[in-house]
Protein backbone atom coordinates (compact mmCIF):
# COMPACT_ATOMS: atom_id res chain seq x y z
CA UNK A 1 0.00 0.00 0.00
CA UNK A 2 1.20 3.68 -0.63
CA UNK A 3 -0.25 6.76 1.49
CA UNK A 4 -0.41 9.88 0.95
CA UNK A 5 -0.90 12.31 3.29
CA UNK A 6 -1.92 16.26 2.91
CA UNK A 7 -3.40 18.77 4.64
CA UNK A 8 -0.66 20.46 6.73
CA UNK A 9 -0.26 24.28 7.21
CA UNK A 10 0.52 27.13 9.53
CA UNK A 11 -2.55 27.99 12.03
CA UNK A 12 -2.52 30.02 14.87
CA UNK A 13 -2.98 28.87 18.30
CA UNK A 14 -6.83 27.61 18.93
CA UNK A 15 -7.10 27.16 15.37
CA UNK A 16 -8.01 23.97 13.80
CA UNK A 17 -6.40 21.64 10.71
CA UNK A 18 -7.60 18.20 8.87
CA UNK A 19 -4.79 16.60 7.83
CA UNK A 20 -5.82 13.19 5.40
CA UNK A 21 -3.93 9.54 4.46
CA UNK A 22 -4.91 8.58 1.63
CA UNK A 23 -4.38 4.68 0.49
CA UNK A 24 -3.41 3.26 -2.55
CA UNK A 25 -2.92 0.12 -4.21
CA UNK A 26 -4.09 -3.44 -3.25
CA UNK A 27 -6.73 -3.88 -0.20
CA UNK A 28 -6.32 -0.02 0.43
CA UNK A 29 -9.05 0.16 2.36
CA UNK A 30 -8.09 -2.49 4.86
CA UNK A 31 -5.48 -1.45 7.22
CA UNK A 32 -4.96 -0.15 10.54
CA UNK A 33 -3.83 3.37 10.13
CA UNK A 34 -2.29 5.45 12.88
CA UNK A 35 -1.08 8.90 12.74
CA UNK A 36 2.30 9.67 14.29
CA UNK A 37 4.41 13.07 14.70
CA UNK A 38 8.02 14.41 15.11
CA UNK A 39 9.28 17.75 16.09
CA UNK A 40 12.57 19.17 15.81
CA UNK A 41 14.61 17.40 17.88
CA UNK A 42 12.37 14.83 19.02
CA UNK A 43 11.51 11.17 18.87
CA UNK A 44 8.52 10.29 16.25
CA UNK A 45 5.90 10.01 18.96
CA UNK A 46 2.10 8.02 18.57
CA UNK A 47 -0.47 10.40 17.83
CA UNK A 48 -4.01 8.20 17.33
CA UNK A 49 -4.75 5.12 15.17
CA UNK A 50 -7.66 3.31 13.79
CA UNK A 51 -7.98 0.13 13.68
CA UNK A 52 -8.96 -2.27 10.53
CA UNK A 53 -11.19 -4.19 11.99
CA UNK A 54 -13.91 -3.07 14.11
CA UNK A 55 -13.15 0.26 14.09
CA UNK A 56 -11.01 0.99 16.99
CA UNK A 57 -9.75 3.92 18.02
CA UNK A 58 -7.06 4.93 20.58
CA UNK A 59 -5.41 8.36 21.18
CA UNK A 60 -2.14 10.11 22.96
CA UNK A 61 -2.72 11.27 26.02
CA UNK A 62 -1.37 14.53 24.84
CA UNK A 63 -4.25 14.99 22.19
CA UNK A 64 -7.46 13.69 23.81
CA UNK A 65 -10.61 15.68 23.63
CA UNK A 66 -8.69 17.54 20.31
CA UNK A 67 -7.93 15.43 18.06
CA UNK A 68 -10.21 13.20 16.04
CA UNK A 69 -9.40 10.42 13.64
CA UNK A 70 -12.13 9.03 11.40
CA UNK A 71 -12.17 6.61 8.59
CA UNK A 72 -13.83 7.15 5.08
CA UNK A 73 -13.72 3.50 3.52
CA UNK A 74 -15.32 4.83 -0.09
CA UNK A 75 -12.18 7.05 -0.40
CA UNK A 76 -9.81 4.74 1.51
CA UNK A 77 -8.71 7.83 3.59
CA UNK A 78 -7.68 8.21 7.11
CA UNK A 79 -8.43 11.88 8.70
CA UNK A 80 -7.10 13.69 11.62
CA UNK A 81 -9.20 16.53 12.34
CA UNK A 82 -7.41 18.92 14.82
CA UNK A 83 -8.76 21.57 16.88
CA UNK A 84 -7.73 24.09 19.53
CA UNK A 85 -4.01 23.43 18.03
CA UNK A 86 -0.76 24.44 20.76
CA UNK A 87 2.44 25.71 19.99
CA UNK A 88 3.72 22.01 20.85
CA UNK A 89 1.63 20.40 18.12
CA UNK A 90 3.82 21.95 15.72
CA UNK A 91 5.99 18.58 13.87
CA UNK A 92 6.47 17.04 10.86
CA UNK A 93 2.97 14.50 10.95
CA UNK A 94 2.80 11.05 9.26
CA UNK A 95 0.42 8.35 8.73
CA UNK A 96 1.54 4.65 8.78
CA UNK A 97 -0.54 1.38 7.92
CA UNK A 98 -0.42 -2.02 8.89
CA UNK A 99 -2.37 -4.97 8.31
CA UNK A 100 -0.73 -6.82 11.40
CA UNK A 101 -0.17 -4.51 14.03
CA UNK A 102 -1.55 -5.30 17.24
CA UNK A 103 -3.39 -3.44 19.84
CA UNK A 104 -0.56 -3.48 22.58
CA UNK A 105 2.05 -2.31 19.77
CA UNK A 106 -0.34 0.44 18.18
CA UNK A 107 1.84 3.77 19.63
CA UNK A 108 5.27 2.15 18.63
CA UNK A 109 6.39 3.07 14.96
CA UNK A 110 8.13 -0.23 14.30
CA UNK A 111 4.82 -1.92 14.31
CA UNK A 112 4.21 -0.46 10.74
CA UNK A 113 4.99 -1.54 7.37
CA UNK A 114 4.43 1.37 5.29
CA UNK A 115 4.58 5.15 5.91
CA UNK A 116 3.41 8.78 3.99
CA UNK A 117 5.94 11.31 3.19
CA UNK A 118 4.86 13.60 6.00
CA UNK A 119 2.79 17.19 6.62
CA UNK A 120 4.30 20.09 8.19
CA UNK A 121 1.97 21.67 10.83
CA UNK A 122 3.24 24.57 12.71
CA UNK A 123 1.04 26.10 15.10
CA UNK A 124 2.26 29.64 15.92
CA UNK A 125 1.92 31.50 19.46
Known amino acids: VQLQASGGGLVQTGGSLRLSCVAS????????VGWFRQAPGKEREFVAVIFRSGGSITYADSVKGRFTISRDRAKKSVDLQMNSLKPEDTAIYYC???????????????????WGQGTLVTVSS
Open 96 to 114: AASESVIYSARATPDAYDA
Open 25 to 32: GRNGSGYT
